[in-house]
Nanobody, 114 residues
Framework: QVQLVESGGGWVQTGGSLRLSCAAS????????MAWYRQAPGKQRELVAI???????TYADSVKGRFTISRDNANNTVYLQMSSLKPEDTAIYYC????????WGQGTQVTVSS
């Protein structure tokens, strides 16, 4: 069964950093683009960053220059390094395959206090 397991969230103060991890199983991880999303309370889920199978990455304007997505194909894991965190980054963060999404994982909560 295909699963996504996110981890690494927590509570930080403004300006802090966190590194999120997402382990994917049951798929040909290395051939699909992976993406991180986030959903803040009362808001729709939004795309944060994409890491393609070819090694390129793109970011939402709101996180550009602060977040870095990377992937480890050997271990079917995608990461999101978050720096200079702001209160508006507070959300539940999820990962998923970009082109053919599967059932969402439980996500990992990130809380940034001012």
């Amino acid at each position: 069964q295909v699963q996504l397991v996110e981890s690494g969230g927590g509570w930080v103060q403004t300006g802090g950093s966190l590194r999120l991890s997402c382990a994917a199983s049951g798929r040909f991880f290395s051939i699909d683009s992976m993406a991180w999303y986030r959903q803040a309370p009362g808001k729709q889920r939004e795309l944060v960053a994409i890491a393609t199978s070819k090694g390129t990455s793109t970011y939402a304007d709101s996180v550009k220059g602060r977040f870095t997505i990377s992937r480890d194909n050997a271990n079917n894991t995608v990461y999101l390094q978050m720096s200079s965190l702001k209160p508006e980054d507070t959300a539940i963060y999820y990962c998923n395959f970009l082109t053919v999404p599967i059932t969402w994982g439980q996500g990992t909560q990130v809380t940034v206090s001012s």
